[in-house]
């Protein structure tokens, strides 16, 4: 088998011009969102809980399908979806948390 060392350059540049393409558009679309002064903390946050929410219901029905024997739904899309959400959520107590705490020290302040 002979390989082509200038072709399989070229498409090697390809594939890095690729990646370098969408890692600037998603930098672009991280500034927008911190550049953004109107972003109200409670939209971001809803976001994030909906955004947990979806990964939940995204892993029971992945759960579901593989326990009727679903020949689609493989056994690790399925541990891996149950891993993000569990990750997801467990974040997402760690912050409500820490957000708890914060209001307890601001009450605590005396005026």
């Known amino acids: 088998m002979k390989v082509d060392a200038n072709a399989a350059y070229q498409q090697w540049r390809e594939l890095t ?3 370098a393409n969408l890692d600037q558009a998603q ?3 991280a500034l927008k969102v911190e550049n953004s002064a109107n972003a109200d903390f409670s939209n971001l ?3 994030a809980v909906d955004n ?18 679903d020949p689609n739904v493989t056994l690790e899309q399925t541990m891996i ?3 993000k959400a569990s990750i997801a959520f467990e974040a997402t107590v760690q912050v409500r948390n820490k957000m708890v705490e914060a209001y307890k020290e601001i009450m605590s302040m005396p005026v």
């Open 45 to 47: 946050l809803k976001m």
């Open 81 to 83: 979806a149950s891993q």
């Open 52 to 69: 947990v929410n979806e990964l939940q219901q995204t892993s029971g029905d992945l759960k579901t399908r593989m326990e009727l024997g």
């Open 27 to 29: 930098n672009n679309n």
């Open 17 to 19: 011009t690729q990646s």
